[in-house]
């Protein structure tokens, strides 16, 4: 339970430790403090129990906001609370939403991609700034065209300085990137640049049929070979390695037996088409 705490907040387990702290003297000082006004302002036995609770309440829900603000500074762990806190105060409309722009990168066709574009096209936060591409001619310039969307055709050695293309990214207040149909591994400093936020969409039960070749038709070819009855998509982060991080999402479509890699094919496509925008929209929430 600890570790898994660990890898959910991204802390080492000395800070761990100084958080759940944290939570503890929250816990207790806010209802030491609740007790005491509640005693303060003179409500005993003979006070409706209604007023009481409303009391109690209220210094439990907003007080404890506050006071974990205070307890968080005393354990050095400020930062930490501050962002869970601002994360309620978007929730509730208090602070305005962070606005996340997205950019997708794709050499195919473009139909995710084309998905994605008119799903968040009319989102409050969420909008698609840049096409990046790597295929002259590619099926997905033409619909960043047609969205009016800024497309980027780019080169292997522009991708292999990819320090510097992540600063021109991030220059161009890029906050995720999407594949969707890309082929090219990501480098490991566009990794480092957007930690746990780049997502790709692989057409297959990872982690079978991934890694380097295992793409389109090469992937419905081998799960029918080796008669698999079932295949899917799966939508995950991406790291150094070709097709290996962290699964968010997988959905499953029954291969019949007289399927083809292209009949396989359009099918897997309708269940990215249904799910892949759903997913980047929960995933950037
Ligand atoms: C999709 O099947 C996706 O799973 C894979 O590349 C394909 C892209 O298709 N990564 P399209 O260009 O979006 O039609």
Known sequence: MF?????????????????LCTFA????????ISRSITSWVGFDEQTF?????????????????FIILIVAFLFGQFPFFWNYEKKILR???????????????????????????????NHP??????????????????????????SLLIDKETFRQAGEFAKKLKNQGITHIILAG????IPSALVEAYPDKIL???????????????????????????????SGITIHLVDEHYDHGKTIFQATVDVHP?????????????????????????WIS
């Open 200 to 230: 790709n969409i692989h057409p297959a039960l990872l982690p079978k049929y991934g890694g380097k070749g295992m793409y389109g038709e090469n992937v419905h070819k081998a799960v029918i070979a080796a008669g698999d009855r079932e």
């Open 258 to 282: 007289d399927e083809t890699p292209e009949s396989l094919a359009a099918r897997i496509h309708v269940l990215e088409h249904e799910h892949y925008p759903r997913v980047i929209s929960s």
């Open 125 to 150: 936060h969420i909008r698609v700034s840049l096409v990046v591409c790597n295929k002259v001619g590619a099926g997905v310039l033409d619909i960043a065209a047609a969205a009016g969307i800024e």
């Open 3 to 19: 570790n898994k705490l660990q890898q959910k907040w991204k802390v080492s387990s000395s800070q761990l430790f100084l958080i």
């Open 91 to 121: 929730r509730l409309g208090i602070l305005p939403v962070k606005q996340a722009n997205l950019a997708i990168f794709a050499s195919g066709k473009g139909s995710n991609a084309e998905k994605i574009i008119a799903n968040f096209s």
């Open 182 to 185: 890309f082929l090219w591994k």
């Open 49 to 65: 129990w209604a007023w009481k609770l409303l009391l109690r309440l209220s210094i439990l829900i907003f007080g404890y906001q």
């Open 25 to 32: 003297v929250t816990g207790t000082t806010t209802a030491f």
